[in-house]
């Protein structure tokens, strides 16, 4: 489905598959998990992952990329992120870093390039709409997403 710009479009309509994503990282670098819940139809599915060793903003990309990467077919997609890094990155930062070979402005290697080139390969099976919501703000699915984050990065704390 191609977004045409209705009001059911913008905010999930019936074809549209909804994902709130949220990284977590308890030190950074440290322990680190990655949550997200996808809503399709009245359907929902919660997924969760933890690193060891991470960082928050490898955390909140791997959300978004878990996320997009557990859709079986090609989908309309309204993803949620309470990170504007993810947002920003892949909507204004991210063309310009492919077009200079993956470096900054600065000429610097851009940082977890590896994670970009991968959320960028699954953005590319999709129609995806990006949300920034300002966490811990009371958004239940962000809410929700956190926990799972935050859950899972327990789970692998020394």
């Known amino acids: ?23 977590a990282c308890l030190g950074n670098p440290g322990p680190g998990g990655w949550g997200a819940v996808l809503r399709y139809k009245g359907h929902e599915r919660e997924i969760s992952g933890a690193d060891p060793d991470t960082t928050n903003n490898k955390m909140e990309l791997t959300a978004a ?10 989908s309309s ?17 991210v063309a310009g870093w492919q077009s200079n070979g993956w470096k900054t402005k600065d000429k610097k290697p851009v940082k977890n390039a590896d994670l970009w080139r991968r959320l960028v390969e699954e953005e590319k099976r999709h129609q995806v ?21 935050t859950s899972a990065a327990r789970t692998v704390k020394s």
Do not use: C, F
């Open 1 to 23: 489905m191609v977004s045409n710009g209705s009001p059911d479009d913008e905010q999930g309509g019936d074809d549209v598959v909804e994902i709130s994503t949220d990284g």
């Open 65 to 74: 990329i878990e996320g997009l990467a557990a859709l079986t077919r090609p």
């Open 77 to 93: 997609v309204v993803l949620y992120t309470d990170s504007s890094y993810v947002r920003n990155g892949i909507t204004k930062w």
């Open 129 to 149: 709409t990006w949300r920034w919501v300002k966490g811990h703000n009371g958004d239940h699915y962000n809410e929700i997403a956190d926990q799972l984050a």
